[in-house]
């Protein structure tokens, strides 16, 4: 699993947010922004209750 897969999956898995994981990985948030939406676009999944509110 490479990087962007490992934070997607953390993302969707333990619900940080975009914010958080930018920091600890040293990664804009528009970065990580985009590759959730495309990830979520690709497998047409759901919006979290994150994105929701």
Known sequence: MDLKEHIIAE???Q???FKKLAAK???SRTTICKWIMI???IHNSPP???QSI
Do not use: E, P
Request: one cysteine or more.
């Open 11 to 13: 993302y969707l898995t």
């Open 39 to 41: 990830h979520q676009g």
């Open 15 to 17: 619900g940080c947010g």
């Open 25 to 27: 990985y040293g990664i």
């Open 48 to 50: 979290t209750t994150k």
